[in-house]
């Protein structure tokens, strides 16, 4: 069963955006924190942005002021807007969901971001 599913990526050009979609099954989001993380290959995969269910966010320091994070908790759906992208940016995006300080281990397939110079 998925339990929830990334959409969104694609090739974008150095500088443009991309709205990532994280929609969940049921109600698995609800009253939960949820996280977007992304990994390349080679690297473990690192924190991006997070989001409360009351709508506090919290940022990695690399995408903090190009990235935002918000979520429709009536869609059971959270997102990503990605504006100003680098090259760099490149790489698998997952969504999950965030208890206490530990981000549950329900990995899907996520969406894959790439960033042309």
């Known amino acids: 069963q998925v339990r929830q599913v990334e959409s969104g990526g694609g090739l974008v050009q150095a500088g443009g955006s991309l709205r990532l979609s994280c929609i969940a099954s049921?109600?698995?989001?609800?009253?939960?924190?949820v996280g977007w993380y992304r990994q390349t290959p080679g690297k473990e995969r690192e924190f991006v942005a997070r989001i409360t269910p009351g709508g506090t966010t919290n940022y990695a320091d690399s995408v903090k002021g190009r990235f935002t994070i918000s979520r429709d908790n009536a869609k059971n759906a959270v997102y990503l807007q990605m504006n100003s992208l680098k090259p760099e940016d490149t790489a698998v995006y997952y969504c999950n969901t965030v208890i206490g300080a530990f981000t549950e281990r329900y990995w899907g397939q996520g969406t894959q971001v790439t960033v042309s110079s």
């Open positions: 049921g109600s698995v989001f609800r009253d939960k924190s």
